[in-house]
């Protein structure tokens, strides 16, 4: 495995004719926790999109490498295969698709092989009592009828069956009342301490983050990253806000 798992270097990204990141660079090892945090319309969102490879976004400059894989022309379902997640802010509803099947076919398509449905079925139900997870919910189509609440507690199962080498976590903690925090947070701290995978985290919400070990922090303002630093920086936004930092 290469010493840094993710590197972007000069990243660029347009949407349609707008450049909305401006040569953002991130390195981000194996195992590690970053958090990325920043105004409204910052491009925190754009970054996780860009580096999952949706077309909408366009890379006008700059590089991704991915696990020593220059990654950056690649598609999404490639990006997947070589071990990125992406969880969504607002997850799509995918009605004719059990959340179940969806997961089963996830597991196939990433391992390359056949998965034996005892086999399947034991570690789904695993990781549902994990998140507290009514069984019935794998019988359901993905996501369809869910509360926002339930849509986010699929996505961190999503996370736990599927252990990427990087999930990159989108605001997972909106909409969520404080019991969902918890249990969600719960979900990624299995995930940061028994799989070892790294996260990119972006929240505006630090509550999530309170039974996580974070290794850096970055604040990320109109399209550039301004400040990087280590766990500390969190409580600093958390008293004094992001406004002494576009200021310098």
């Known amino acids: 495995m290469a010493e840094q798992l993710l590197e972007?270097?000069?990243l660029q990204v347009n949407v349609e004719?707008?450049?909305?990141l401006h040569s953002i660079d991130l390195d981000i090892k194996p195992g590690e926790t970053h958090v990325l945090m920043g105004p409204n319309g910052a491009g925190?969102?754009?970054?996780?999109?860009?580096?999952?490879?949706?077309?909408?976004?366009?890379?006008?400059?700059?590089?991704?490498?991915?696990?020593g894989q220059d990654i950056t022309g690649l598609s999404v379902d490639k990006r997947a295969k070589a071990g990125l997640f992406l969880s969504f802010q607002n997850?799509?509803?995918?009605?004719?698709?059990?959340?179940?099947?969806?997961?089963?076919?996830?597991?196939?398509?990433?391992?390359g092989v056949r998965i034996k449905a005892w086999d399947f079925r034991k570690e789904l139900r695993q990781a549902?009592?994990?998140?507290?997870?009514?069984?019935?919910?794998?019988?359901?189509?993905?996501?369809?009828?869910?509360?926002?609440?339930?849509?986010?507690?699929?996505?961190?199962?999503?996370?736990?069956?599927?252990?990427?080498?990087?999930?990159?976590?989108?605001?997972?903690?909106?909409?969520l009342d404080v019991d969902a925090v918890k249990i969600v947070s719960q979900g990624i701290k299995?995930?940061?301490?028994?799989?070892?995978?790294?996260?990119?985290?972006?929240?505006?919400?630090?509550?999530?983050?309170?039974?996580?070990?974070?290794d850096k922090t970055h604040i990320l303002a109109q399209g550039s990253i301004i400040k990087n630093a280590g766990p500390e920086l969190?409580?600093?936004?958390?008293?004094?806000?992001?406004e002494q930092f576009l200021q310098k």
């Open 91 to 111: 997850p799509l509803e995918v009605p004719g698709i059990s959340l179940s099947s969806f997961l089963k076919t996830a597991l196939e398509q990433q391992r």
């Open 128 to 175: 549902m009592a994990l998140l507290q997870m009514d069984a019935k919910y794998a019988e359901r189509d993905l996501n369809a009828g869910f509360s926002g609440g339930e849509k986010k507690k699929a996505e961190i199962l999503q996370l736990l069956m599927l252990n990427p080498k990087l999930a990159i976590l989108d605001e997972t903690d909106s909409g």
């Open 8 to 10: 972007v270097k000069g």
């Open 17 to 20: 004719d707008k450049e909305i």
């Open 234 to 242: 969190v409580e600093e936004i958390n008293k004094q806000g992001f």
């Open 190 to 214: 299995t995930f940061q301490e028994h799989r070892n995978g790294a996260l990119l985290i972006i929240t505006h919400n630090t509550k999530i983050l309170e039974a996580l070990h974070v």
């Open 44 to 67: 925190k969102s754009t970054l996780g999109y860009a580096l999952m490879g949706n077309p909408k976004y366009t890379i006008t400059g700059g590089t991704i490498m991915f696990d």
